[in-house]
């Protein structure tokens, strides 16, 4: 068990920011993962339509052997990760990692005023899960904005030019405004536009993604569960999947990703 992969999925590529984290702090570990790109993007679809969608790639990296789940995905945490519990942590024993209360708890340790700001997709913004997730603690002042062509603009390697920057001010012009000292970029593709948010938001903004905090969370619960790979001569294989085009799938998780992925296979 400790020598299988640990899977990691998102609609596309933006997990791929969590998977480089986990990467780096666990880099005798093998990661498996699965962009649902014939699925993207999940933010605009309704709620129980991407419970489905993400439920249906966790039994695949799960029927391959995974021995933890990290939903590296806003939106599917927020709207799955009481059935994912269920389905998997409590009837076969494969932890699953989320990536909501990593970049929460970093917020509330960075922010000086308490007045934090949530960018993520439609879908996420409404379940209110960070709201839940900031809940334990007392006197924060959260204000959110879905930001619904971020995803997709990435998506289509756009990170960067005038037509993200126009979108940014639409988005990002109203969040600055409300006087933020903290941005949780509450979307796995988000930490790839930090160039044009940090640009708009100002230096004295602080952004907070989840790729670390989740990496962390993952590096704790192997230890603790006693499921961490042992040190190995050769680095790891990975392995990639996606849903939909493999081709721009592999240029993007090469760009995004770098020279671990070798070649990307279709799911
Ligand atoms: N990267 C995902 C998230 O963290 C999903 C974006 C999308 O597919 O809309 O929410």
Redesign the pocket.
Known sequence: MNDAPIGIF???V??LTVARAVLDQLPHEQVFYIGDTAN????PKPLGAVRAMAMSVMDELVDEGVKMLVIA???ASAVALPDARERYEVKHGIPVIEVIRPAARRAVLQSRTGKIGII??KA?IESRAYEDAFHVTPGLEIVTKACPMF?PLVEKGVTSGPELMAYAHEYLDPVKAEGVDTLVLG???YPLLTGAISYIMGDDVSLVSSAEGTARDVYKTLVNLGLDAPQAARPPRHKFQCTGDTRSFRDLAQRFLGPEVKGVEAL
């Open positions: 998102d609609s596309g933006g997990g993207a993007p999940y933010g995905c806003n939106t993520a997709t996420t995803a979307c796995t593709h």
